[in-house]
């Protein structure tokens, strides 16, 4: 199946710094990128949605300067946390999807750590 | 909004059948789907159903559907230590955006 690697797979960084995790499909080309977090033992929550070449549309409650997506190529989309703070810690996953098939495929996630 | 449900834990023994529920409230639904999540890693896609079948069967599980009551059930057959992990349904409709039921966590006894 198609494979979407996102990097890095950890990072802890200090409270007031910007953290920027990529997503790329790696043997196909992704229209769309979904953006979720996912808080300790809990479900995922959709943060975004973003689409090639345009602006990323956001959930409500989630803050778009905070969370600052750019999906500037067919196979990556990043996503950075900005000033960011022991609360943006979580579990982020990326998935992207052609639009053509039935499926949205994930990344194995990031996991953020802001001391 | 919509909302997905489903039951937060379910314990088995080995070679026992396990049947993990869900009920979602968004008529558009077209996909429905279940994802394994193992600890620390991220999601797996299981398998999915068309919203307008009312089952699939792909080796060792079977999804039901019941539209009418938008109820969705997994059902994993000869349950195995290694099936232990948390179980997401999710609903989607054409825009692949997904909405997550809160996981069932697995647990299966030898």
């Given amino acids: 199946g198609a494979v979407v690697s996102q990097h890095p797979s950890w990072v802890i960084c200090k409270s007031g710094t910007s953290v920027k995790i990529e997503c790329r499909s790696l043997d196909f080309q992704a229209t769309t990128m979904f953006w979720y977090r996912q808080f300790p033992k809990q479900s995922l929550m959709l943060m975004a949605t973003s689409n090639e070449g345009s602006k990323a549309t956001y959930e409500q409650g989630v803050e778009k300067d905070k969370f600052l997506i750019n999906h500037a190529s067919l196979t990556l989309s990043t996503l950075t946390v900005t000033s960011a703070h022991p609360e943006d810690s979580s579990f982020y996953i990326c998935s992207a999807t052609t639009g053509g098939n039935t499926e949205a495929f994930f990344g194995q996630g990031t996991r953020l750590t802001v001391v | 909004g919509e909302d997905v449900e489903q039951s937060l834990f379910l314990s088995v023994r080995e070679g026992d059948s ?21 600890p620390g890693a991220g999601l797996q896609l299981l398998t999915y159903i068309f919203s307008n079948m009312d089952m699939k069967q792909d080796q060792r599980l079977t ?5 009418k009551d938008k109820h969705l059930s997994l059902r994993i057959a000869d349950t195995q230590t290694g099936d232990s992990a948390i179980y997401f349904c999710a609903s989607g409709d054409s825009s692949y955006k997904l909405i997550f039921g809160s996981g069932t966590r697995l647990l299966v006894r030898p």
């Fill in chain 2, 18 to 38: 396990s049947v993990i529920n869900c009920t979602y409230t968004d008529s558009s639904s077209t996909y429905l789907y279940w994802y394994k999540q193992e």
């Fill in chain 2, 63 to 67: 999804v039901l559907l019941n539209k």
